[in-house]
């Protein structure tokens, strides 16, 4: 089946430490994204990656970095410079830019004490 | 810049009554629309999308939305609710942000269905 896997479902993490969010489509689809998603936020674009080794700051940014090695992978580490890290973080694909429909992996709740 | 705002955070039904999720969207050249439902702990999945041709987009689970260009609307309609329809609701339009095209979200509407 293709989709978006993301994992882990659920992470804990303390303050002060980095964590790396994973985030791996076999859609062979060129763009991926990944959201935060605050309660009545809706969903903030972090980074967004059209190619392989090419990626774009989202609206928020800071603290957040990425990569985008292989086409399928786009992993996000969260870093201790993100000063309210606790949240839902949705990765998404598409095969092109914004015209087209993106698909959702199944989320991953961070919650940093 | 496109934008989205989604009226009314919150919306409540019986179950059998007309379902009515209000989107009116901003945007400089002729956009690309889409409606996405989120169940509690889950992703986003898509219901619909507009983008060129017929206004009247029909999607899945019953669902349909009309673009109205000259209101500036999308909004998302099922004639009868059913309890299943619980959950967030999410429109997007798409956007040329930074020399890309992007989606924009709206906040969401959480629908509530009451038996």
């Known amino acids: 089946d293709g989709g978006i896997t993301q994992s882990p479902k659920y992470l804990f993490r303390k303050e002060g430490q980095n964590v790396t969010l994973s985030c791996e489509q076999n859609?062979?689809?060129?763009?991926m994204y990944w959201y935060r998603q605050d309660p009545g936020q809706g969903l903030r674009l972090i980074y967004y990656?059209?190619?392989?080794?090419?990626?774009q700051k989202g609206d928020i940014a800071e603290g957040y970095s990425v990569s985008r090695e292989k086409k399928e992978s786009f992993p996000l580490t969260v870093t201790s410079a993100q000063k309210n890290p606790t949240a839902f973080y949705l990765c998404?694909?598409?095969?092109?830019?914004?015209?087209?429909?993106?698909?959702f992996g199944p989320g991953t709740r961070l919650t940093v004490t | 810049a496109q934008s989205v705002t989604q009226l009314g955070s919150h919306v409540s039904v019986s179950e059998g009554a007309l379902v009515l999720l209000r989107c009116n969207y901003s945007?400089?050249?002729?956009?690309?629309l889409f409606w996405y439902v989120q169940y509690p702990n889950q992703g986003l999945q898509l219901l619909l999308k507009?983008?060129?041709?017929?206004?009247l987009v029909k999607g899945i689970n019953g669902f349909e939305a009309e673009f109205k260009k000259s209101e500036t609307s999308f909004h998302l309609t099922k004639p009868s609710a059913h309890m299943s329809d619980a959950a967030e609701y999410f429109c997007?339009?798409?956007?040329?942000?930074?020399?890309?095209?992007?989606?924009?979200f709206g906040k969401g509407t959480k629908l509530t269905v009451n038996p």
């Open positions: 859609l062979n689809h060129d763009a």
């Open positions: 990656s059209q190619i392989v080794n090419d990626f």
């Open positions: 945007s400089s050249v002729p956009p690309y």
């Open positions: 997007a339009v798409s956007g040329l942000q930074g020399g890309s095209e992007k989606l924009v």
């Open positions: 998404a694909s598409s095969i092109g830019g914004g015209t087209y429909e993106q698909y």
């Open positions: 507009y983008t060129t041709g017929a206004t």
